[in-house]
């Protein structure tokens, strides 16, 4: 059974910083894309930051909101992607989720991941 479960949410000051974990089971996706997600009360769900790491690399896309604030990453060996968030705003209050894609590149779709964690709530205080 596939699994994907995040840690590291929690409540914290603007211009803090927090370090959001995905640990995958069940499947490797050592050479999948995956993605950071978030969703704040009222809104849709919006692409944050994305990895797929190939033969060739890796390739990373942001959020234009978060560029040069946020850093995803990934441990293979450890089969868990990490996304650093410093720098935070308000506006970053959200469950933050990550997915996992099966095939194909880097998508800002959220439809176009196959697997979902059940999220983590982030909540940056003014």
């Known amino acids: 059974q596939v699994q994907l479960v995040e840690s590291g949410g929690g409540l914290v000051q603007a211009g803090g910083s927090l370090r959001l974990s995905c640990a995958t089971s069940?499947?490797?996706?050592?050479?999948?894309?995956m993605g950071w997600f978030r969703q704040a009360p009222g809104k849709e769900r919006e692409f944050v930051a994305a990895?797929?790491?190939?033969?060739?690399?890796?390739?990373?896309s942001y959020a234009d909101s978060v560029k040069g604030r946020f850093t995803i990453s990934r441990d293979n060996a450890k089969n868990t992607v990490y996304l650093q968030m410093n720098s935070l705003k308000p506006e970053d209050t959200a469950v933050y989720y990550c997915?996992?894609?099966?095939?194909?590149?880097?998508?800002?779709?959220?439809?176009?991941?196959?697997?979902w964690g059940q999220g983590t709530q982030v909540t940056v205080s003014s």
């Open positions: 997915a996992a894609r099966l095939s194909g590149g880097i998508s800002r779709l959220p439809n176009a991941y196959d697997y």
């Open positions: 069940g499947r490797a996706f050592s050479y999948s894309p």
């Open positions: 990895q797929v790491v190939n033969w060739s690399g890796s390739g990373t």
